[in-house]
């Protein structure tokens, strides 16, 4: 999950000033956490506090999303999932956007089947994202980062992608031109795999992500959580981006990775 994190906040400063080059620092006093960082860790809360066998999931997930999101409220949220949050009934909205599919990786970590990572992706995704797009985008990131820990190749993972979830015919530099700020699922999910695909390690993904500009911390943020399994985070990475975050936050993600043993 951390993976996700630090893609967040290296791509925070780029989401409304894309950069088309994979040559940048990668911290600077303009980064942040934004709602990328924040819903993920959300989600991460609701797993714990969740029954063993997450029976509950998706009540827990309603819970924690809204406490922790009112917590920050300035998390660059949607229209709509900012109303969400701060509703008397918070019900699903039909979304098809990429906020389910950058805050899910915690379910990946928690699963011990790839059908039960499914099944977690579905519950924290549909008290929102309830559009099929938006379910279909949140399993597809589910499912690359859970067979990411299980070991798998890169050819593995885009296979199973490619046959249930998206197929594309672009590489990033066929596209670093003329890319247009897409926050669907569609169009912005399959663009974090290609870069994760395309990286030779762990940094090269995110800045890969990145590069192509669009949504560029929740693309760097999916393809961080994918690439942040595969590869292993640096430890300078890990502890420049916990500067950004505050003991709040700090303290569910330290719990989460000594539960699920993904440290």
């Keep these: 999950m951390i993976g996700a994190i630090i893609g ?54 309603v819970r924690w999303l809204r406490e922790v999101g009112n917590r920050y409220p300035d998390g660059w949220y949607s229209r709509r999932f900012k109303a969400w949050l701060t509703c008397d009934d918070p019900q699903p909205y039909e979304a098809k956007t990429n906020g389910c599919a950058m805050r899910v990786s915690a379910c990946a970590h928690a699963a011990r089947s790839l059908e039960e990572a499914k099944r977690l992706s579905h519950a924290v995704t549909a008290i929102t ?34 046959a249930d979830y998206y197929t594309w015919d672009f590489t990033l530099d066929s596209i670093r031109q003329n890319y247009p700020f897409d926050y669907t699922c ?12 395309e990286s030779t390690d762990f940094e090269d993904a995110i800045r890969g992500a990145i590069s192509i500009g669009g949504d560029s911390d929740t693309i760097a943020a999916i393809a961080g959580a994918i690439a942040g399994v ?34």
């Design 8 to 61: 967040d906040v290296i791509g925070s400063r780029f989401e409304w000033n894309n950069l088309l080059s994979k040559e940048f620092d990668l911290f600077t006093p303009e980064c942040r956490c934004t709602d990328d960082s924040i819903l993920s860790i959300a989600v991460a809360k609701a797993l714990l506090e969740s029954k063993p066998d997450y029976s509950d999931l998706d009540t827990q997930a």
């Design 129 to 162: 994202h309830n559009h099929p797009e938006g379910i279909n985008g949140a399993e597809a990131v589910t499912v690359a980062v859970y067979m990411a820990k299980q070991g798998c190749t890169k050819e593995k993972i885009r296979q199973a992608i490619e």
């Design 186 to 197: 569609e169009g912005s999910v399959p663009h974090a795999f290609e870069a994760f695909f």
């Design 230 to 263: 595969y590869y292993g985070v640096p430890e300078e990475l890990r502890q420049k981006t916990l500067g950004y975050m505050d003991d709040g936050m700090k303290e569910i993600l330290f719990a989460f990775e000594e539960r699920f043993g993904c440290r």
